[in-house]
Structure formats: C-alpha cells, structure tokens
C-alpha cells in the first residue's frame, strides 16, 4: 500500500470520530495538533485546541469559541496541559461556566483547575486552584439541594498512609467556595 493511501485512511478515520489530530514526520512541522468540541449552542462552537512543540513537553493547549468566521480565546493554559474541560450552569443564572482541568506536567501527577465564569455570554477566570495529586473534577448535585457542586477526588500525600479524599466547592455570588 502506497504511502499516500495509508494517509487518506488515518485521515478518513480519524474524520469519522469527531476529533482532528495534526501530526508530520517533516522538517517544517513543528507541533502537534487536536482539536474537539466542548459544546455547541445559538452562541457558537465552543472548542479545545492542544498544541505541543514537537521538541518540548511544554502544552500550548487553549479553549476558544468560535461563531461563524469570528473566533475568540477563551483561556490559554500557558504550559499545562487541558485534560478536560466540563460545562455546567453551576450558579443556577442560565448561562454555563467552564471547569477546565489541567495536568501541570512534570510535578508527579498534580492537578490544577481553573472556572471560567460565564455573564452575558462573556467568559471571565475567576479561580485557580493547585495543588491536588492525581485529581479528577467532576460536576454533580450529590446532596440533592438542587445546585450542582465541583468535586475534586484525589489522594492526599499529607497523611501515612496517602488516602483518596474529595474537596467540595460550590460558587455563590460569583465567588467559589470550598465546602467544609
């Protein structure tokens, strides 16, 4: 099989599962490239792009949004790699905030989380949060009261022996807080 038909089939598969991933053995090329939906609505095209330098670990990944021919970042994670960006209407207002999750690359599996808080359709960072080894964020309303909380699980390296434990934060007029 020649060369070129290997290529147009990688392509055509990799068409048909919805994510786009750039990658060339040339000289010229200098990064590696994906791209997938976070989400779809009257808005625009919300997406994650990950970029790496081909010689680096260094990510350049960032989630922009894109309305017809416009396009606008959203957040660029300077470094970090986005591991997962999830949307949820957390302060109950109509409009979704974005949880991005992010592996600090290098650091022995820490995480870092960022919110971007949604007004008006104009999304702005209003909390960082690091230090969580091997982290997992999730959205839910486990104590049923109606509004949906971030959990962040992850194993405690303070205490012998490590153990998983879970932080709790809810947003509230604007602010996130860390349940007690």
């Known amino acids: ?20 991933f750039v990658s060339s053995d040339s000289s010229t ?13 009257d808005r ?4 994650l792009e990950r970029r790496q330098a081909a010689d680096s670990i260094a990510r350049m990944d ?14 660029a994670s300077e470094g970090r790699a986005i591991e997962q960006v999830l949307e949820e209407d957390l302060d109950l207002d109509g409009e979704k ?8 690359g290098g650091s022995g599996g820490f ?23 091997a982290g997992n964020a999730m959205i839910a309303d486990r104590d049923g009261d109606g509004r949906p909380n ?17 932080a709790i934060f809810t947003l509230e007029n604007g602010e996130v807080k860390k349940a007690e």
């Not at 090329?29 to 609505?41: G, K, M, N, T």
């Not at 922009?64 to 970042?73: H, L, Q, V």
């Open 44 to 47: 625009g095209r919300i997406v």
């Open 29 to 41: 090329a200098s990064s590696l490239f994906e791209q997938s939906d976070v989400s779809v609505s």
């Open 1 to 20: 099989m020649k060369y070129s038909s290997i290529v147009r089939i990688t392509l055509a598969m990799i068409a048909l599962s919805g994510v786009v």
């Open 111 to 133: 995480k870092e989380f960022a919110l971007l808080h949604n007004k008006g359709g104009k999304y702005t960072p209003i909390w960082e949060e690091t230090g969580f080894c």
């Open 150 to 166: 971030i959990y962040i699980e992850y194993a405690n390296t303070e205490v012998k022996p490590t153990r998983e434990e879970t």
């Open 62 to 75: 960032r989630i922009i949004i894109e309305n017809g021919s416009d396009t606008a970042e959203l957040f």
């Open 97 to 104: 905030e974005l949880l991005i999750q992010m592996d600090l």
